[in-house]
């Protein structure tokens, strides 16, 4: 999709998101799709099968527009079970067309013209276009690769980018696409600016449940006086691998909850009535499913980071999501990683993402040799992109 003269001026510069350039590229090529962030396996049977009976029995019209209650009321239970966070399912629970547009809601919901909004970068790229939509500014905090590949920020820099303009903080994690899953000191660093410059925090968890190794997720309303601020925000696509069925939520007390509703009910107003039920089903099963899918996640994890090891790359070892950052720079000279992108599926019959999209214009340069490739796939399709990689990616 070229820019065309009619694009309302705040959506200049927004063009084609990369996941509709890249998956194309991938339909159009056949090459292995490492690019945009979908498992190629399905979500487990009790999921699938209540979708298929509830449209089978009927569920396929207008659900009520904060969502269907058999999953908010899951909704509000797995906040309890998984972080000790009590939500009343009536008033504080708001079902929503994937985490995409409760984030559209909270941004469009809250924001005034000219407000300031706080944002990691690099950010998922639905961040910088909503805030546009606003019509007010996001003012980037760089997350940059210490030396031991982990991506952290500069507290002074955090400091510095709040201003009396500031309405909220967007935050994100497990972090999407560097794979850092925000530590308790770092989440109090956060919480306490938002405390002192009375800010909203807008939490984007929709990794929740895909964590590794010694890291842990911890939703920033569970800290002192954040639940208060904090519009929560996940999804059934990562943790039950139904991406299509964009079934999101949003958690917050009633008044911030309100102001996110205000705005929902004007976007889609309601989606995937018999998909609700479903997501309810997936997120009342038993804790082993939620820990073998991040056990899973963490052998494929280590294959694909092994592999592109292998295959010359230098990689950034994620925490948590299901990405894994790589510097094409040993294998490819120039370093340009959208040029690089555009070229891998023609030579090597494998797609990822150029890290560049996730930058705001005047920090690109940051990400500019930089990729991504998502591990949310079967062990042989990893094995096979891995060894297409492997012959010479240069
Ligand atoms: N936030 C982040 C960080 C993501 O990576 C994604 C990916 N899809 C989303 C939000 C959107 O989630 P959904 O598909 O539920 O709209
Ligand atoms: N969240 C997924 C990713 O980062 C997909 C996003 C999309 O297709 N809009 O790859």
């Not at 309302?8 to 159009?28: H, P, R």
């Not at 709040?162 to 696409?177: F, G, K």
Request: proline share 6%; aromatic share 8%.
């Amino acid at each position: 999709m070229s820019e065309s003269p009619h694009t309302a001026d705040v959506l200049k510069g927004f063009g084609t998101t990369i996941f509709s350039e890249m998956s194309a590229l991938a339909a159009a090529t056949g090459a292995i799709n490492l690019g945009q962030g979908f498992p190629n396996y399905d979500g487990p049977r009790e999921v699938l099968d209540r979708a298929v009976a509830e449209i089978r029995s009927g569920n396929n019209q207008y659900p009520p527009g904060i969502g269907m209650s058999d999953l908010r009321e899951a909704i509000a239970q797995h906040q309890m079970r998984f972080w000790n966070l009590t939500y009343d399912s009536e008033t504080e629970v708001l079902v929503t067309a994937g985490a995409t547009e409760a984030l559209a809601g909270a941004l469009l919901g809250l924001l005034n013209d000219g407000d300031e909004v706080v944002v990691f970068e690099p950010m998922y790229d639905s961040y910088m276009a909503c805030i546009a939509m606003a019509r007010a500014r996001a003012v980037p905090v760089l997350l940059r690769p210490q030396n031991d590949g982990r991506y952290v920020f500069d507290v002074g820099k955090l400091r510095n980018a709040i201003s009396p303009r500031t309405r909220a903080i967007l935050l994100n994690t497990p972090h999407n696409p560097t794979g850092t899953v925000f530590t308790r000191a770092e989440l109090e660093t956060i919480a306490s600016l938002a405390r002192e410059h009375d800010l909203v925090v807008i939490s984007d968890e929709v990794y929740e449940h895909l964590v590794f190794d010694d890291a842990h997720h911890i939703p920033i309303a569970t800290l002192d006086g954040m639940r208060e601020r904090t519009i929560t925000i996940s999804s059934g696509g990562k943790t039950f691998n139904t991406t299509g069925w964009k079934i999101g939520w949003a958690c917050a007390p009633s008044p911030l909850l309100t102001a996110v509703r205000t705005a929902k009910q004007f976007l889609t107003y309601v989606n995937g009535a018999p998909f609700q039920p479903a997501i309810a089903v997936g997120l009342s099963l038993p804790d082993s499913y939620f820990t073998e899918i991040s056990d899973d996640l963490r052998h494929k994890r280590d294959v694909l980071l092994t592999g592109l090891e292998k295959a010359g790359f230098t990689t950034y070892k994620p925490e948590g999501t299901y990405f894994v950052t790589a510097d094409i720079r040993p294998v490819d000279p120039d370093g340009d990683g959208l040029a690089f992108c555009r070229r891998l599926p023609h030579t090597h019959g494998v797609v990822a993402i150029p890290n560049g999209v996730f930058y705001s214009p005047e920090h690109a340069h940051e990400g500019h040799y930089l990729v991504r490739f998502a591990f949310c796939k079967t062990f042989d399709l990893l094995e096979r992109a891995v060894e297409r990689l492997c012959v010479g990616v240069a």
